[in-house]
């Protein structure tokens, strides 16, 4: 399994632009999630989703969207670039269920670091 | 307020120096408390979770305990892999979108 992946690793983005950040797990994980990490600032929850077609705000998701039409991908969208948005964003999924067997730990991937100027 | 603290921010150790890491929370309801290594410039990685005070998980030179308010993470006779940022999350009760708490960090380094 490659578990979770993302691309880009790297972007620089001009204010303005907009850019689809994109993440997949194998896995078979019903939630994803997306974060931003910046300094000293501990990870900050953005998006999330359940399962295919259902998605919810987190701590931060103002200037981001997010969409889920499969099990396996959940994008996060960047609308209207700003510096603010300069940080690196990881995605996460997890295994849960109504019942015994959930275990709740979240799988990470690498990270994209982003750079808006 | 559900929150996570961790301490120290920063801790520099000899390699064989053994210590302990600290995860201080409070949430209304504990359903899980997790222990995460991150490397500069990756993922975090998933190390423990532990689920009721009293539970204690090990993993090579790494073994993390729980009580009613913290947890610890203690290094024994570390060496200079074992350098990284530590992370504490905790998983509060209640909803069902099992949304992470997670504390700031600790940035360890092990010095030869």
């Known amino acids: 399994n490659a578990g979770v992946t993302q691309t880009p690793k790297f972007r620089i983005l001009k204010i303005g632009q907009s850019m689809t950040l994109q993440c997949a797990q194998d896995m078979n994980h019903n939630y994803m999630y997306w974060y931003r990490q910046d300094p000293g600032m501990g990870l900050k929850l953005i998006y999330y989703s359940v399962g295919a077609g259902i998605t919810d705000k987190g701590e931060v998701p103002n200037g981001y969207n997010v969409s889920r039409s499969t099990t396996e991908d959940f994008p996060l969208r960047l609308e209207l670039a700003a510096p603010s948005q300069t940080s690196v964003y990881f995605c996460a999924s997890s295994y849960s269920f109504a019942g015994q067997g959930s275990s709740y730990e979240q799988y990470f991937g690498p990270g994209t670091r982003l750079t808006v100027t | ?112």
């Open chain 2, 1 to 112: 307020e559900d929150q996570v603290t961790q301490s120290p921010e920063a801790l520099r150790l000899q390699e064989g120096e053994s210590s302990s890491l600290n995860c201080s929370y409070t949430v209304s309801g504990l359903r899980g408390l997790f222990w995460y290594r991150q490397d500069p410039g990756k993922g975090p990685e998933f190390l423990f979770t532990l689920y009721s005070a009293g539970e204690e998980k090990e993993k090579e030179r790494l073994k993390a305990t729980l009580t009613k308010k913290e947890s610890f993470l203690h290094i024994t006779a570390p060496k200079p892999e074992d350098s990284a940022t530590y992370l504490c999350a905790v998983l509060p009760y209640g909803g069902a979108t099992n949304k992470l708490i997670f504390g700031t960090g600790t940035l360890l380094a092990v010095q030869p």
